[in-house]
């Protein structure tokens, strides 16, 4: 798998739990890497890629929320609950769940499904959670949401395949 699909979202895993709410959206890509790999080499290797970065820009100019690699270091390692305009909302030894607004992102590691194969699989999700319609009272994502959706998924695939190269440069 050294290409990123998207996969169903894993079993147990923290997305799979707020997947289980009402009208939430969740997705789920995968792409497997070689070699030794940890949570924190995969969470730097995420937020430092060049497309990521250019991210971290326009989220400092129009967020007014800067951040550094030393903090995508950090945030990996466990010593940081914030990262840019994210907060971490859970967190064990190979997940982490961070939230900002009606949005989350989600991160896995775990050992490769092919036993013949030494590296790791790196999973990257998303959420969004829904708004009440003042007119029905429904959970809906939204006509905006919707329309982005083709972009997010690819937007999404390019981050993770960043991070597969930079932890494979690493």
């Given amino acids: 798998m050294e290409k990123v699909h998207e996969v169903a979202v894993p079993q147990g895993s923290f997305l799979e739990t707020i997947g289980q709410q009402d009208g939430v959206y969740t997705d789920c890509f995968a792409v497997m890497t070689v070699g030794e790999a940890n949570f924190a080499d995969y969470i730097e290797a ?31 390692e466990g010593t940081l609950d914030t990262f840019s305009v994210w907060h ?48 029905t009272g429904k959970l809906k994502i939204g006509f905006l949401f919707k329309a982005l959706l083709g972009v997010h998924k690819f937007y999404s695939r390019m981050l993770l395949s960043a991070a597969r190269r930079r932890l494979l440069r690493a």
């Avoid at 989220?59 to 990996?76: C, I, K, N, W, Y």
């Avoid at 859970?90 to 949005?103: A, F, H, I």
Wanted: hydrophobic share 40%; charged share 25%; with cysteine.
């Fill in 46 to 76: 995420f937020y430092t890629t060049p497309i990521f970065r250019a991210e971290r820009v326009l989220l400092r100019l129009f967020a007014r929320a800067p951040s550094t690699d030393h903090q995508a270091r950090a945030l990996g």
């Fill in 88 to 135: 971490v909302q859970k967190r064990s030894e190979n997940q982490l769940l961070m939230r900002e607004g009606r949005t989350s992102s989600w991160f896995m590691l775990v050992p490769s499904y092919d036993a013949e194969v030494d590296g790791c699989v790196l999973m990257f999700g998303s959420v969004v959670f829904p708004n009440k319609d003042k007119k």
